[in-house]
């Protein structure tokens, strides 16, 4: 396991997917933008470790798409989901974090979901905070990250007019989140060498016990 972390990046992939390809490789890496039955990858899928290219201005399967994403999303209880999850490598990222949070009072807020189009970070913290995240791709685990305290990012919404987010607490942590999914970076990569070894195991496990997207321990 020393040897692991010593290993360049590129070989350390094959590693992941010689211990976990038998287990959880989907076997399918077909990208289709019109598929009608979304379907959540999970790690180790090749599908997630790529650069995902900008959405063109104007395409008029976003808006179909980012509803069917925003669906599968609250179906699985996530705050978040990018595209790569779905199989599509397109700069295109659902979020909702109000649902989860609760008013003054205890009552949960109303749902608020928003479609970043070719999301870019244009400015952050200086500060950088740990907390542990889990992942739709990577059911039955969460892990430390640390990631900026706040994020001011600019994108296009679903009718491609510009718009900007400040973030900071679970909002910002979950633009980071997501952002990173559409230059290929999992959790795994994110997370500190010791971290991602523990996070590793712990993901071989949860996969053998059947873990499901959504799913965190
Ligand atoms: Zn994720």
Redesign the pocket.
Known sequence: MVLHLLLPFAFENELIYALYGSICYTGTNQLSESRHIMHIYTSPDPVLREVCEPVEIGDKTIKRTAKQMLKEMYKTNGI?L?AP?VGLLKRLVVIDTTYVEEDEDGRPLKKNPLVLINPVIVEHSEEKIDSNEG????PGISVDVKRWAWVKVKCLDENYNEIEYMGDGLFGRCMQ??LD?LDGI??FERADPMTRIKALEAYKLAVENGARPGEVQ
Do not use: D, K, P, V
Not at 135 to 138: A, E, V
């Open positions: 978040g990018a999850q992942c739709l791709s990577l989140h997501e999914h999992t959790l």
